[in-house]
């Protein structure tokens, strides 16, 4: 009877533990580490809206970001979290 209850403990404590992981869109495009440190980014117009990281700004009105020329603008920026294709919603 332990051993059943130990079980579901531990089935319930690794359904939380999934459930309670962030859920990233498949849209999000993360600035990693090489991203930032281009020299030079290419002068190609092709809009991203690039995402501010909370822990870094406070926004008082959405959408907390910025609108970039591309990708490479976007993540240079060290306030920038992820960026998303296309203008920033307004």
Known sequence: MVVLLFLIVIVIFGVL???SKKIVDVNENLCEAGDRNVGACIE???PVCGWFDS???QCIKYPCAQTFSNSCFACMN???LYWTEGTCPE
């Open 17 to 19: 533990k999934m459930y």
């Open 44 to 46: 190609l117009y092709q």
């Open 55 to 57: 822990n870094k700004i």
């Open 78 to 80: 060290e306030n920038v």
